[in-house]
């Protein structure tokens, strides 16, 4: 194990109030060491916190590793790990946990208090420029509404155990599985195809599937060859699968999804208008399903829907929704203030971000006169 530090106690803020125990601790662990924990741990494990995820991080500049290490975060019976990494927004910067912490077991409020306030002294006294914490929180963390629209706390969490993939059927709500199985009928399966691997070439139709619907459905698409260097990335630690459907050697449907510690995670889709109508991407969900079941997943996260909080995400729960009886409440990211005045500085340039994004969409697809 690496060195420990005795979490001090910090002032109280308005939105925390933790006591501090003097058994709290925070220590550096070898990427060994935390993938150990993970592998123990009884809560989900998100790929973006695992250690494969620092190929995808290398994609970007300057997502650096906090202090080099890994953390832990100890006291008494309750653990956590974390991978801290330096981000910036807006030019400012910030250490985000992504997907983390990831607790031993699920924590009484007051002892996430704790460790949200022992971990926001201990950034600050390594890393006085951050200009806030990011982390996975629960709402009596008490931390402060994600301050980019990244967040969402509802989800579809399909329960991928049985010993026959029909057991996954039987458990979706009626119209999910109507569309199984009208899709199974109507799809020709011999063209859904599995990838790990993909030449950028190859790759760049799906691309102009992704960036015709992002077009349509009025959301941002990344560049290049994200999407490829993605799939490159994670395959390289056999955590990520590309499914495509190709009809007479066509793309117009295609998904990735991720897959580490029993959790597999539908990440990027995209399906031409055709290719809807053909129910391809309900073809390409049961394949995945299969796929996941195949790598000994135990449950499989659609990522995100909308709700009150996540209104930007509610277009998505016709589809999702009907995989599951019902949706999942889940933890979702919260901030921790370091520098408030910088903080504050953050939100109204996110403010006005979104103001412009807003205004550019409306002109965007206002009439040509």
Known sequence: MGRKEKSAPVSRDPYTAAE??????????????????L??????????ATVQWDRVDALHEGRDLFEGSRHLWTDGHYEAVLTLKSYETHRVPFVWSR?????????????????????????????????????VASPQ??????????????????????????????????????????????????????????S???????????????????FATFTGDYYHDFLTALAQGDAA??????????????????????????????????????????????????AARERKCHTLDLMGIGSEDAPQFAHLDTFKTKFAAEPTQVWTYGEIPINMLRYRLVLRLTELHDQLARIRTVMRHAPRQ
């Open 200 to 218: 950028a070439e190859e790759f760049h139709p799906l691309v102009e599937i992704m960036n015709s619907l992002g077009s349509a459905e009025h």
């Open 20 to 37: 501090v125990s003097a058994d709290s601790h925070i220590q550096t662990l070898t990427d060994e060491e935390y993938e150990a924990f």
């Open 141 to 198: 963390a008490q931390c402060l509404p994600c301050s980019e629209a990244v967040a969402y706390d509802r989800t579809v969490m399909l329960d991928l155990k049985g010993d026959e993939d029909s057991d996954v059927l039987a458990r979706m709500k009626k119209r999910g599985r109507r569309d199984v199985r009208k899709a199974l009928r109507e799809i020709d399966q011999s063209a859904i195809h599995t990838y790990t691997a993909l």
């Open 99 to 135: 997907g983390g912490p990831v607790w031993n077991e699920r924590p009484p409020a007051s002892v996430e208090r704790r460790m949200v306030d022992n971990l926001a002294a201990y950034v600050k006294k390594s890393r006085s420029d951050a200009t806030f914490l990011r982390i």
């Open 241 to 290: 699968t590309l499914i495509i459907y190709a009809p007479e050697g066509q793309s117009s449907a295609w998904l990735m999804m991720t897959h580490a510690y029993g959790l597999a995670t539908y990440y990027f889709a995209a399906a031409t208008p055709q290719a809807k109508r053909e129910l391809a991407p309900d073809a390409l969900v049961w394949k995945m399903i299969q």
């Open 39 to 48: 592998s123990r741990a009884q809560s989900l494990v998100p790929i973006e």
